[in-house]
């Protein structure tokens, strides 16, 4: 939305309207998971054996299939806490009429909800190699860890100059906004 602010008060109204309750048995998300697997393998020492993670991650069925669109490509950056998801796609009336835009939404609670079936998965399946003493939750917080690393380094180099928002969402459905500034 090039010229056009997208104040915190935008934000506010656009979740008001788009947010709805996560039904995670619906809820799919775009990650590299295979790729943060690997990574994560390499920066700790453990053994990744990725056609086991590979057909794992693609029996699960949890991850979106298209690819993961660049943080470019969005207006504002959203970090989401909580049980309620936000619709991506949104429009501002101005002027000069609605302008669309579109969100690119970092669901804190969900990928963690995500990743922690995933480890326990990957542990079950022997899908890696842990150091003795190793369990799921290491490799879990291992997987988090890498993932959200990875997307700070993402939104460093690609959101330039990108509105940057927390949202956290009660069990009712309210939710609080604070502006995180630009990236």
């Known amino acids: 939305m090039k010229g056009i602010i997208v104040s915190k008060e935008h934000v506010e109204e656009i979740i008001f309207n788009s947010r709805y309750p996560i039904d995670e048995k619906k809820e799919k998300m775009s990650l590299d998971v295979v790729g943060a697997v690997s990574k994560a393998g390499e920066d700790f020492g453990f053994e990744v054996y990725k056609n086991k993670v590979e057909s794992l991650i693609k029996a699960l069925k949890l991850l979106q299939d298209e690819e993961e669109e660049k943080i470019l490509n969005f207006d504002v950056i959203l970090q989401v806490k909580g049980n309620y998801n936000i ?35 990957l542990v079950e399946e022997k899908a890696v190699k842990l150091f003795p003493g190793c369990d799921q939750e290491y490799l879990y917080e291992v997987l988090f860890s890498s993932i959200e690393d990875n997307l700070y380094e993402s939104i460093k180099k690609t959101g330039k100059d990108i509105p940057f928002y927390l949202v956290k969402f009660k069990d009712d459905g309210n939710f609080k906004v604070v502006e995180m500034g630009s990236v």
Do not use: P
């Open 87 to 121: 619709r991506s796609a949104f429009t501002i009336e101005t002027g000069q009429g609605a302008i669309a835009g579109k969100f690119y939404i970092f669901h804190q609670t969900l990928m963690s909800k995500l990743l922690y079936k995933i480890a326990q998965e």
